[in-house]
């Protein structure tokens, strides 16, 4: 590659990146009118800071994921660049448009030597990979919707179906795509349990135990109909309607609100947070030149 081309791909990626930064402010500057920080002491502060670091590290299941699928299209690639490349690039999701963090990523891999067509058919493959994952949590969700299903019984099924899932991709497909779709399903059940945290850390409702992986579901199933529905970024608006109509019954519109406000910001500043760790890296060993 030319070095004037390479040049050009960095700047592109990275100004996406910078552009990210600056919708990741405006976006926490709307969600602090929304919150009462007066309720908060500093071990709440050091709670909340915590899950955003855990979703930050969270992030790293989804640049694995992307690998995985890089190999599927016979591109070997480290563990190091592809978590700068995925981290360095995922802000610009937050970019009205949903497609820019996609774009930034392109550049950045195909600066670092990565085949433009395999990059892009990864990309493809992991968008349509995550959608699917994030289906399968359905079957959490029956509970809510039907209450004389019993909680065993859906995660029964989501265990059952989640195997069957695993040994199809790895025949049909191949070990790195059963990886990756683990990967991805990791991602979105840490996501959850980070949400279901929230949720038991603002409402003083009882929430019955047996009912933690349902929530969990609900989380994932919102985030996947934001996920697919176009020209929100982020989601943005979309997971808070679906999360109030799964779970209005089972405690007040007030919190569950407020859950999903600090979730978002949860959610931002550990995509921050794992943007300014890979930022922070230089020079990978290994990295394609």
């Not at 969600?31 to 915590?50: C, P």
């Not at 670091?53 to 070997?76: I, T």
């Not at 969990?216 to 529905?229: E, M, P, Q």
Request: net charge positive; hydrophobic share 55%.
């Amino acid at each position: 590659m030319r070095p004037s081309l390479k040049r050009g791909l960095h700047v592109v990626g990275g100004a996406l990146g910078m552009l990210g930064i600056v919708f990741v402010g405006m976006r926490l500057h709307s969600y602090s009118a929304e919150i009462d920080f007066a309720r908060f002491h500093a071990g709440d502060w050091l709670f909340l800071g915590f899950l955003a670091l855990l979703y930050g590290a969270d992030n790293l299941l989804l640049a694995q994921a992307w690998r995985q699928l890089l190999s599927y299209f016979d591109v070997q690639i480290e563990s190091a660049p592809a978590i700068r490349i995925y981290g360095l690039s995922q802000l610009a999701k937050y970019v009205p448009g949903n497609i820019f963090h996609l774009a930034g990523r392109q550049a950045l891999g195909m600066a670092s030597g990565i085949p433009s067509g395999p990059l892009a058919k990864s990309m493809l493959w992991e968008l349509g990979l995550i959608a699917f994952s994030g289906a399968l949590f359905s079957l959490l969700v029956t509970p809510l919707l039907w209450r004389k299903l019993p909680v065993w019984l859906s995660i029964g099924m989501f265990g059952v179906l989640l195997f069957v899932v695993l040994i199809l991709a790895r025949r049909l497909l191949s070990a790195s795509v059963r990886t990756a779709l683990l990967e991805q399903v990791g991602f979105l059940f840490v996501s959850g349990v980070i949400f279901l945290a929230l949720l038991k850390f603002i409402s003083s409702a009882d929430i019955p135990t047996s009912l933690f992986p349902a929530i969990c579901g609900a989380y994932v199933i919102a985030w996947l109909i934001g996920f697919v529905t176009p020209g929100a970024p982020a989601g943005v608006g979309i997971r808070e309607l679906v999360l109030l109509f799964l779970m209005k019954s089972m405690v007040l519109e007030a919190d569950l609100l407020l859950a999903v406000v600090l979730g978002r910001a949860v959610t931002v500043l550990g995509d921050l947070s794992y943007f300014l760790s890979t930022a922070a890296i230089r020079t990978i060993p290994g990295e394609r030149g």
